[in-house]
């Protein structure tokens, strides 16, 4: 599954206000900045062992835990249980049952100062709801990336938790010099408990010893946060199992004055009723679904409501640019490709920002792009935990050198989903810039008044624009059957200066032909159901051709429909004709071309198709 990069945590409230460090990638973050204690004879110690993010590989740290009769704190994000790469909620309550904590960590792992309201309050609710509906003491929370405010701190005081921990404002040698040595018991604010960075796989034994001898030598709570474990730890959040054994087997010989207890033993308290968090407004019976669509509101210098996505093996990198409307589109390179893809998407959220949806109903899709390399829609949808799952992916959109609109409507979404998320994506080396996004459910979206009479209903029908490889936008090759067909465009046209050229050598069976494509969008001519057309090209060839003829049908498939009568090769520029029989009942789109079935050569420019009604005389 993609979803959006989890980045580096942020830096405090307390200490952005005190230094005015506004970047998000800082090496020195925080919770709120507290005091030294007075001078005076150090007291017990308390280390909690907690972890971030519910990854699996967490299991390995939990089996080192048991095996020294240790106790930890897995802070958990609802959202991701069961999904590939997390934990499961069989594996949670594995480690509840060993008298490990469970905390909640919200929903998504959003950035929660970055949201309304509204939106934090379901992430840091909802996820205490889920954690509690599935059996769990659920007392503690940890702010996703430490990025916290007042605001934010009452928000997870409000939801029932006990404690919040942040992450930063406890001295190690990796940062906040001066900062106090451990935390107080009890803290001064339980909603923005002080910890160390978090443990990364620049931290050695000596560096984990260090800061729980540091905090003996004043006493008070030393919180301890891993995030991944891996042999050998090349990634930044990982440290090898071998080196967490070898912590656990000295904190079990520490003297009796240092204890291990979980967040929860620490803090203690009552378990409060778990609060939900505001229910999503429904969606508007009409008009688009998705907000910010034109890009032009941001935050921390990506669109409001827009997460930045991808996985796999590639180097992508986004940024705003001049818009196709207004100030603001959004480019995206990829470079470094190997696999997976990128892509600006709606956020994956509770309903804040991302559209909702209903299951059962389709929706059109739309987006303004221009790009070096094919691209598609891929789509996720959101279940009733608040987790997002990949749905599916529409047909390729090709490149183009200037802004052309993609539009698909999709399946029926799944039983129990009610949100849905959409971004047009790059799964090769290349560059994509978007803008003007829609999303209307079909159902509440007007039918559109006909074209004009007389209207050519083929898109880019003389060829001119360019589109992916050697075919001109909106349109592909098509055939079947045992023959060598070569495309080419060539400068022979009969206006403009573009034509198509096909030659078919080593012809034995079937045929090729240039088409609109057979897509689900806007570059096949759309038709009506019970309507008869004209459909038109100019050709020449050294062969008898044809006009073969197809029709997208109400699932969305193509159907082969009929063909014209032969046509003699032609030395110089001829057209060629016919009008349909009535189109089939449920059909939506025509497309067609000139067939070659022999061996030859045929040049077709300046397609054309019109409703019989209102056609222009041949």
């Known amino acids: 599954m993609s979803t959006p990069s989890r980045r580096p945590r942020r830096t405090s409230w307390a200490r952005r206000a005190a230094t005015g460090l506004l970047a998000l990638a800082m090496a020195v973050t925080g919770a709120g900045i507290v005091s030294a204690p007075a001078a005076q004879a150090a007291g017990p110690t308390v280390v909690s062992l907690t972890f971030d993010d519910g990854n699996a590989d967490q299991l390995i740290a939990a089996q080192t835990l048991n095996r020294y009769g240790l106790k930890g704190t897995f802070y958990v994000n609802s959202g991701t249980i069961d999904t590939a790469g997390f934990l499961s909620l069989s594996d949670l309550r594995t480690l509840a049952a060993a008298g490990h904590e469970i905390g909640g960590h919200t929903v998504t792992h959003p950035d929660l100062v970055t949201l309304p309201s509204a939106e934090a309050t379901r992430q840091i609710c909802n996820d205490r709801v889920n954690l509690t509906t599935?059996?769990?003491?659920?007392?503690?929370?940890?702010?996703?990336?430490?990025?916290?405010t007042p605001a934010v701190e009452t928000i997870a005081k409000n939801c029932g938790y006990n404690s919040a921990r942040g992450l930063g404002d406890i001295q190690t040698r990796f940062s906040?010099?001066?900062?106090?040595?451990?935390e107080r018991i009890p803290p001064a604010n339980p909603w923005n408990t002080a910890a160390p960075d978090q443990v990364e796989n620049t931290w050695t034994l000596a560096d984990l010893q260090n800061a729980v001898t540091r905090a003996e030598s004043v006493g008070g709570w030393m919180q301890l946060?891993?995030?991944?474990?891996?042999?050998?730890?090349?990634?930044?959040?990982?440290?090898?199992?071998a080196l967490f054994d070898q912590f656990a087997a000295w904190l079990k010989t520490r003297p009796s004055t240092t204890t291990v207890r979980t967040v929860d033993q620490v803090i203690g308290g009552t378990v409060k009723p778990a609060?939900?968090?505001?229910?999503?407004?429904?969606?508007?019976?009409?008009?688009?679904?998705?907000?910010?669509?034109?890009?032009?509101?941001?935050?921390?210098g990506v669109p409001q409501c827009w997460n930045e996505g991808?996985?796999?093996?590639?180097?992508?990198?986004?940024?705003?640019?001049?818009?196709?409307?207004?100030a603001r589109?959004?480019?995206?390179?990829?470079?470094?490709?190997?696999?997976?893809?990128?892509?600006?998407?709606?956020?994956?959220?509770?309903?804040?920002?991302?559209?909702?949806?209903?299951?059962?109903?389709?929706?059109?899709?739309?987006?303004?792009?221009?790009?070096?390399?094919?691209?598609?829609?891929?789509?996720?949808?959101?279940?009733?935990?608040?987790?997002?799952?990949?749905?599916?992916?529409?047909?390729?959109?090709?490149?183009?050198?200037t802004f052309q609109k993609a539009t698909w409507t999709t399946p029926p979404l799944p039983a129990?989903?009610?949100?849905?998320?959409?971004?047009?994506?790059?799964?090769?080396?290349?560059?994509?810039?978007?803008?003007?996004y829609e999303m209307f459910d079909v159902a509440s979206v007007p039918t559109p008044p006909p074209p004009a009479a007389g209207t050519n209903l083929v898109q880019n029908p003389s060829l001119e624009t360019a589109g992916s490889g050697t075919f001109p936008q909106c349109w592909q090759a098509a055939g079947f059957g045992t023959n060598t067909p070569v495309f080419s465009t060539v400068p022979a046209a009969r206006t403009g200066t573009k034509a198509e050229k096909l030659t078919i050598t080593n012809y034995a069976s079937g045929d090729a032909k240039l088409m609109p494509l057979l897509d689900t969008g806007t570059c096949a001519p759309k038709a009506v159901a019970g309507r008869t057309y004209s459909v038109r090209a100019w050709y020449t060839s050294s062969a008898v051709t044809q006009l073969a003829l197809y029709y997208r049908n109400s699932a969305g498939t193509w159907v082969y429909w009929t063909s014209g009568p032969w046509l003699a090769p032609a030395g110089t520029y001829t057209q060629a004709s016919l009008t349909t029989p009535g189109l089939p009942a449920g059909a939506t789109a025509i497309s067609f071309g000139m067939s070659l079935f022999g061996n030859g050569t045929v040049t077709t420019d300046d397609y054309a198709m019109y409703d019989t009604v209102g056609a222009p005389p041949l």
């Open 275 to 300: 609060v939900a968090g505001p229910a999503v407004p429904p969606p508007p019976v009409g008009g688009n679904l998705v907000k910010n669509p034109g890009l032009e509101t941001l935050t921390n």
């Open 329 to 401: 589109a959004e480019r995206l390179v990829v470079s470094g490709y190997v696999d997976g893809d990128a892509k600006l998407l709606p956020a994956l959220d509770l309903g804040g920002c991302s559209p909702s949806a209903t299951a059962g109903r389709t929706y059109n899709l739309g987006a303004w792009y221009k790009s070096t390399a094919n691209t598609q829609f891929a789509l996720y949808y959101r279940t009733g935990v608040g987790s997002w799952k990949y749905w599916t992916s529409s047909p390729w959109f090709a490149p183009s050198s």
């Open 134 to 148: 599935w059996g769990f003491r659920t007392t503690s929370f940890a702010y996703p990336f430490a990025s916290s």
């Open 416 to 436: 129990g989903a009610n949100g849905l998320s959409f971004g047009l994506n790059l799964f090769s080396n290349g560059t994509l810039t978007t803008d003007d």
């Open 310 to 326: 991808g996985y796999g093996t590639n180097t992508r990198t986004f940024s705003v640019v001049a818009g196709r409307t207004g």
């Open 225 to 241: 946060t891993f995030h991944r474990f891996a042999s050998p730890a090349t990634d930044p959040l990982a440290v090898t199992p």
């Open 176 to 182: 906040c010099a001066g900062c106090p040595l451990a």
